[in-house]
């Protein structure tokens, strides 16, 4: 990723708000570089949904500096407007319309003129593979389908940045992937995308940065591998042919984990190919060699569990 020379898309500094007696964001500070996909992850009840709409300029924020497309959220929300879309949870397409209908109907909303209008809605419904389906009635269109007009009736007014508010919930994988494949395309055309989602590998599959939010503030940052390397968990799992190889191999590397049925071992490491050499020397020397290995990295699953101290979904 090469470095953009624009100003931050987003930046948010001490982030406040509160409903009631129950503090929902306490102190959020966010800053979303140009042209990036950063993905806000959290469990249930931790504040994503209402920083998105925070952002956005849907609800308004009880205390902090918020600056959207290099406007004030506060003090500039049209011009905030102008410069976004977003995609909520929910596809917001009219069921009675066809696709074709549904961007035409998006484009004069945001005031297109009549040739722009129709020009900007072939662009969308050819990039968005819905050009055999665009007259089609949309309550005829597959979760997939409608996911992907959804996004683009987010891009008629092509937006600096798009809010994804977990833009593939109930899609199955193949459709899924098909919309990570449009918001990189979309990225490389230079839009920024704010993402949140209930899905910890389309954070790791889609995400420059990633914030995570747990009770209403941020307790982690940075890129999906910089985050991974914040806890440890990582090993070499070692299989072995017959119970001598596995007792002499527990004597020689010390603490490990073992299970007896599987003939295996599990030993502590960091995964980097030093670290591998050095173990699989160690058997060499011993005249030990395992049947088969593998190397477990940990994943943003045990970040999210050990950051956040819950198994609930991050949705």
Request: charged share 25%; glycine share 8%; proline share 5%.
């Amino acid at each position: 990723m090469t470095t953009d020379p624009r100003p931050p898309a987003i930046v948010a500094t001490g982030l406040r708000k509160s409903y009631g007696d129950h503090l929902v964001l306490d102190g959020v500070d966010l800053r979303v570089p140009a042209g990036t996909i950063f993905s806000l992850l959290g469990p249930n009840g931790a504040g994503k949904t209402t920083t998105v709409q925070i952002l956005s300029t849907m609800i308004g924020a009880d205390a902090g500096e918020l600056i959207v497309a290099g406007h004030d959220v506060r003090a500039e929300p049209d011009a905030v407007r102008a410069a976004i879309g977003v995609t909520g949870q929910f596809a917001a397409v009219d069921n009675l319309l066809t696709g074709a209908e549904n961007l035409a109907m998006m484009a004069t909303l945001n005031h297109l003129g009549r040739r722009e209008r129709r020009v900007r809605t072939a662009e969308l419904l050819e990039q968005f593979d819905l050009v055999d389906a665009a007259h089609k009635p949309a309550s005829t269109y597959s979760g997939g389908m409608r996911r992907r007009l959804d996004i683009a009736m987010g891009l008629v007014a092509r937006p600096e940045v798009l809010f994804l508010d977990e833009p593939t919930t109930g899609l199955d994988p193949r459709s899924r992937r098909t919309v990570w494949q449009l918001v990189r395309e979309l990225v490389a055309g230079g839009t920024t995308v704010f993402l949140t989602t209930q899905y910890l590998e389309e954070a790791d599959q889609l995400a420059d940065r990633i914030a995570l939010l747990d009770h209403g503030t941020v307790v982690a940052e940075g890129s999906p591998e910089e985050l991974k390397r914040l806890i440890p968990g990582g090993s070499v799992d070692l299989r072995f042919r017959e119970p001598r190889e596995l007792d002499a191999a527990a004597r020689i590397l010390g603490a490990t984990t073992r299970d007896d049925d599987e003939l295996t071992l599990r030993v502590p490491s960091d995964g980097t190919v030093e670290s591998v050499h050095t173990l699989l020397d160690r058997l060499a020397a011993a005249s030990l060699r395992s049947a088969e290995l593998s190397i477990r990295t940990p994943d943003l699953d045990d970040v999210f569990l050990t950051l956040t101290g819950t198994k609930e979904s991050v949705r």
